[in-house]
């Protein structure tokens, strides 16, 4: 059993950045792969970025590649989204999902435990 704790969101400029952090808690935590989504209003939950339990593979939904970065310190137990150049479509729960065994990456049933969520809000 693992359980995700998200914090970081806010409100935040255009342009501007924001680093999310997903605390995890659970046995054996750094065997776990972890992604982060995200649900904008009225649209289903999207795939943002995935890192493997190596921080050797990461994937990134195209439309944030070299602006949000993903990381892991599994010494802490904790996942990290840094979100630069922010803009209003990036509006959204931002989630973190953890899991062992995934076929599709980017398929959030896939994904065996979530976190609650965190709101990012980006003004234009």
């Known amino acids: 059993q693992v359980q995700l704790v998200e914090s970081g969101g806010g409100l935040v400029q255009a342009g501007g950045s924001l680093r999310l952090s997903c605390a995890a808690s659970?046995?054996?935590?750094?065997?776990?792969?972890v992604a982060w989504f995200r649900r904008a209003p009225g649209q289903e939950r999207e795939f943002v970025a995935f890192?493997?339990?190596?921080?050797?593979?990461?994937e990134y939904l195209e439309s944030v590649k070299g602006r949000f970065t993903i990381s892991r310190d599994n010494a802490r137990n904790t996942i990290y989204l840094q979100m630069n150049s922010l803009k209003p479509e990036d509006t959204a729960v931002y989630y973190c999902?953890?899991?062992?065994?995934?076929?599709?990456?980017?398929?959030?049933?896939?994904?065996?435990?979530w976190g609650q969520g965190t709101q990012v809000t980006v003004s234009s």
């Open positions: 999902a953890a899991g062992l065994m995934i076929n599709n990456l980017r398929l959030a049933s896939e994904w065996d435990y």
């Open positions: 659970g046995r054996s935590f750094s065997n776990y792969i």
């Open positions: 890192i493997d339990w190596s921080s050797k593979v990461t």
